[in-house]
């Protein structure tokens, strides 16, 4: 089955530095790769996705890369700001309806 | 929208108990996902409906686990009896046929004792 790796687990940067979370896969069938922020004690919830068909994706201060032969996908958040202050889980899954297969979870801390 | 919606929201029981969680997924959502996240990891896959049948339940620990969704709409998990090991946060999700975003819901955090 799907394997997805993680890095780092912690991250610490200072308030308006950038923050990169790198993520692995091993099935070359996976084509859709999200990105959950969890706050603590709250669900995860979609900040943004990517699929295999796009190489990059930018909402405002967050952009998805996604390097399709390498198996490698990361998340680039600009300008950081305390309240990005959460756990960010990369996922990956074939297509439409199919589970997610979700990393270990990275804990990004932004102090001001 | 009204989201995905779980009861209870926390619950603690002693060992060898059993336990069932509730959920209600978007309306109009034919897949239901359960996942189980244990403290400091990522959600984890235990069974996948589409509408009122099981499409993936590999990772479901059916000497112990169970699940149903009826009517193609609620869900219950079931867990009997439970282990120390079973303590995490169960989380219910729900997607569209056509677009593979999952929402999630507030999560049910077990306890076993």
């Known amino acids: 089955g799907e394997n997805v790796e993680q890095h780092p687990s912690t991250l610490s940067v200072q308030e308006g530095d950038s923050a990169v979370i790198k993520c692995t896969y091993s099935?070359?069938?996976?084509?859709?790769f999200p990105w959950y922020k969890q706050e603590l004690g709250k669900r995860p919830q979609l900040i943004i996705d990517?699929?295999?068909?796009?190489g990059e994706k930018k909402d405002q201060r967050i952009a998805v890369t996604l390097n399709k032969t390498a198996k490698h996908f990361s998340l680039h958040i600009t300008e950081t700001q305390p309240e990005d202050s959460a756990v960010y889980f990369c996922?990956?899954?074939?297509?439409?309806?199919?589970?997610?297969?979700f990393g270990k979870g990275t804990s990004l801390l932004v102090t001001p | 929208e009204a989201g995905v919606a779980q009861s209870p929201r926390y619950k603690i029981i002693e060992k060898r108990q059993s336990v069932a969680f509730w959920c209600n997924p978007i309306s109009g959502h034919a897949t239901l996902y359960w996942y189980q996240q244990i403290l400091g990891q990522g959600p984890k896959l235990l069974i996948q409906?589409?509408?009122?049948?099981?499409?993936?339940d590999s990772q479901l620990p059916k000497d112990r686990f169970s699940a149903e969704r009826l009517k193609g709409v609620d869900s219950t998990l079931k867990i009997q009896p439970a282990k120390l090991e079973d303590s995490a946060v169960y989380l219910c999700?729900?997607?569209?046929?056509?677009?593979?975003?999952?929402?999630f819901g507030p999560g049910t955090r077990l306890t076993v004792l």
């Open positions: 990517i699929r295999s068909n796009v």
């Open positions: 099935d070359s069938a996976s084509n859709y």
């Open positions: 409906f589409q509408n009122n049948g099981v499409v993936d």
């Open positions: 996922a990956a899954s074939m297509e439409s309806g199919y589970a997610l297969n």
């Open positions: 999700a729900s997607s569209s046929s056509s677009y593979n975003e999952q929402f």
